[in-house]
């Protein structure tokens, strides 16, 4: 299996500046792409960001030039800077993976737990 743990969520007031963090334990799996998804109270899940494994990078329009999603895959490690908070932002989290388990080309889908992050306007 894969598992995700996401750090660094916490309060901050808008215009300031969070990274969050997304680490990736796994033996049996290779991680391909993965991404930022977040969930306000109330609403659907939606796409953050999501970047491949060699580096490119996708973002939802609402926060293109604001946040940027990298990757160690060395560290196995998934960031996202989060620049100009707005209170719009506000919302849990959460790191995703898709992963192929070795000698398979069966693909599968891992989330994190999630961290809250609140921005105060």
């Known amino acids: 299996q894969v598992q995700l743990v996401e750090s660094g969520g916490g309060l901050v007031q808008a215009g300031g500046s969070l990274r969050l963090s997304c680490a990736a334990s796994t033996t049996t799996f290779s991680i391909n792409a993965m991404g930022w998804f977040r969930q306000a109270p109330g609403n659907q899940r939606e796409l953050v960001a999501t970047?491949?494994?060699?580096?490119?990078?996708n973002y939802v329009d609402s926060v293109k030039g604001r946040f940027t999603i990298s990757r160690d895959n060395a560290k196995n490690i998934m960031y996202l800077q989060m620049n100009s908070l707005k209170a719009e932002d506000t919302a849990v989290y959460y790191c995703?993976?898709?992963?192929?388990?070795?000698?398979?080309?069966?693909?599968?889908?891992?989330w994190g737990q999630g961290t809250q992050v609140t921005v105060s306007s």
């Open positions: 995703h993976a898709n992963a192929r388990y070795f000698g398979t080309s069966r693909w599968y889908d891992y």
């Open positions: 970047i491949s494994r060699d580096g490119s990078t």
